[in-house]
């Protein structure tokens, strides 16, 4: 089973920040949080990814409570080309991925 | 720059046929991923391989076999098809296991009978 948990769906406004929350209170010290979307239907495409700290890159921002039992990712200024589902994932240390269902996010203008 | 390609892109099978997905990455990356998605549901990973040489179940392997012909490809079979294997597979591609992103291909979308 997954170790994620997130919520069905959400909208956002356009030009607003998207905030997504994740439940991981059951993965290990050293598993990598993982986030992933899905447009339509193609590849995932890689997000950001953590451990302990927060981390920013030129897509997202995500934040990892200091617990590590949850975290948030944040899209600054979503644009309806960030209508996804965005999953947020766990890894082993072969980096094996466990996806859960994920959170289908639809940008309105 | 082509990352990760699959072959094909669509397929229709009959049920006890068998057939074989490619895919083929041009990053140098060591591991390799196969995963299925079926309709509302998030990937699960069939097999992988760590590195060259190498392949390992996941969480669904039953009714596959794999093949990591070199660094650069990872074939999946279905020897049998059965019409629960109807699903979209993606290959994906990782420098190495672990900490590392992995890049995934557009799917191939297989129908079976």
């Known amino acids: 089973d997954a170790k994620t948990t997130q919520p069905t769906s959400m909208d956002c406004a356009e030009g607003r920040a998207a905030n997504l929350p994740c439940n991981h209170s059951?993965?290990?010290?050293?598993?990598?949080v993982y986030w992933y979307r899905q447009i339509h239907s193609q590849g995932p495409q890689y997000i950001i990814h953590?451990?302990?700290n927060n981390e920013t890159n030129e897509m997202a921002s995500l934040i990892i409570t200091e617990d590590r039992k949850s975290s948030t990712l944040i899209l600054p200024h979503a644009t309806l080309r960030d209508t996804a589902v965005y999953y947020c994932?766990?890894?082993?240390?072969?980096?094996?991925?466990?996806f859960g269902a994920g959170t289908q996010v639809v940008v309105t203008p | 720059n082509a990352g990760v390609t699959q072959t094909p892109k669509f397929q229709v099978l009959k049920t006890g046929q068998s057939m074989t997905l490619q895919c083929a990455q041009d990053?140098?990356?060591?591991?390799m991923y196969w995963y299925r998605q079926d309709p509302g549901m998030g990937l699960r990973l069939i097999y992988y391989?760590?590195?060259?040489?190498?392949?390992d179940k996941g969480e669904v392997p039953n009714g596959y076999n794999v093949s990591r012909l070199n660094k650069r490809e990872f074939s999946l079979r279905l020897e049998s098809a059965a019409p629960s294997q109807t699903s979209v597979y993606f290959c994906?591609?990782?420098?190495?296991?672990?900490?590392?992103?992995?890049?995934f291909g557009d799917g191939t979308r297989l129908s079976i009978l």
């Open positions: 994906a591609s990782s420098q190495a296991g672990g900490v590392q992103p992995q890049h």
């Open positions: 059951t993965i290990s010290g050293n598993e990598y």
């Open positions: 953590g451990l302990k």
């Open positions: 994932t766990s890894t082993d240390s072969w980096g094996k991925l466990q």
């Open positions: 990053m140098n990356h060591n591991s």
């Open positions: 391989s760590a590195s060259e040489g190498t392949t």
